[in-house]
T-cell receptor
Framework: AQSVTQLGSHVSVSEGALVLLRCNYS??????LFWYVQYPNQGLQLLLK??????LVKGINGFEAEFKKSETSFHLTKPSAHMSDAAEYFC????????????FGKGTSLLVTP | GAGVSQTPSNKVTEKGKYVELRCDPI?????LYWYRQSLGQGPEFLIY????????DSGLPNDRFFAVRPEGSVSTLKIQRTERGDSAVYLC???????????????FGPGTRLLVL
C-alpha cells in the first residue's frame, strides 16, 4: 500500500529565507506525486505535480520539487519565502494500483515571519 | 470560469440525524471525487464517480455513507444516523475525466464543515 510522510507538522521561516517542506512516499510501483496548498477557508490548490519525465518540477508561485526515486522523496522548495506563502501544504501520492484516489500526508503548516 | 462549489459551507446537526452535502463540479468535468478531512489530518478518499456511476467507493467508511450523481454533474453525499465521529470537512473535487485519470489534476471545492453534536 502507498503512503506519504510529511516531516514536520509546523515549519517557520523568515521572510526571504529558503522554504523546504519534506515529503517521503512509499509505493510499490512508479508513483505520481503532487503538492497542494490550502489557504484558510479555501479549497486545496495544486502547486505542482510529477507524473513522468523530468524529475525537477516547477510549479506556481515560485515553488519547485524534485522527485528522487533513490530517496523516495519529493521535497518542496522555494528560494525566498513571502508572507503570502503562509498556508497548509499537503503532499499526495497516487499510482496505478490506487485507482484514482489521492493519498495525502498529514500536512505541514508554514509560518512566515517578518 | 467557476470552480467547484459545495453547499452548505457549514452544517451543524445532532447525533442520529440525516444530512446531505452537495457538490457542483466544474462544468464539463466528468470525474468527481469526495474526500473527508478530519482535524489535523490530510484529506482521505471516500468515493469516485466517472459520469453517473460510482467507479470506486472503497473509501466509504461504512454503510451509513452513500453518494449519488444521477445526471453526471451535481453529486450529493448522504450520511445516515450521523455520529460525532463524522464531524469533519467534506471536500469535493472534479477533473476532466478523459484518459490518464491518475495524472489528472483534481480541482477542489472549499468544503463543507460538518459538526455533529
Amino acid at each position: 500500500a502507498q503512503s506519504v510522510t510529511q516531516l514536520g507538522s509546523h515549519v517557520s521561516v523568515s521572510e526571504g529565507a529558503l522554504v523546504l517542506l519534506r515529503c517521503n512516499y512509499s509505493s510499490s510501483v512508479p508513483p505520481y506525486l503532487f503538492w497542494y496548498v490550502q489557504y484558510p477557508n479555501q479549497g486545496l490548490q495544486l502547486l505542482l505535480k510529477y507524473t513522468t519525465g523530468a524529475t525537477l518540477v516547477k510549479g506556481i508561485n515560485g515553488f519547485e520539487a524534485e522527485f528522487k526515486k533513490s530517496e523516495t522523496s519529493f521535497h518542496l522548495t522555494k528560494p525566498s519565502a513571502h508572507m503570502s506563502d503562509a498556508a497548509e501544504y499537503f503532499c499526495a501520492v497516487s499510482d496505478i494500483n490506487s485507482g484514482y484516489a489521492l493519498n495525502f500526508g498529514k500536512g505541514t503548516s508554514l509560518l512566515v515571519t517578518p | 470560469g467557476a470552480g467547484v462549489s459545495q453547499t452548505p459551507s457549514n452544517k451543524v446537526t445532532e447525533k442520529g440525524k440525516y444530512v446531505e452535502l452537495r457538490c457542483d463540479p466544474i462544468s464539463g468535468h466528468t470525474a468527481l471525487y469526495w474526500y473527508r478531512q478530519s482535524l489535523g489530518q490530510g484529506p482521505e478518499f471516500l468515493i469516485y464517480f466517472q459520469g453517473t456511476g460510482a467507479a470506486d467507493d472503497s473509501g466509504l467508511p461504512n454503510d451509513r455513507f452513500f453518494a449519488v450523481r444521477p445526471e453526471g454533474s451535481v453529486s450529493t453525499l448522504k450520511i445516515q444516523r450521523t455520529e460525532r465521529g463524522d464531524s469533519a470537512v467534506y471536500l469535493c473535487a472534479s477533473s476532466l475525466g478523459v484518459g490518464g485519470l491518475i495524472q489528472e489534476t483534481q480541482y477542489f471545492g472549499p468544503g463543507t464543515r460538518l459538526l455533529v453534536l
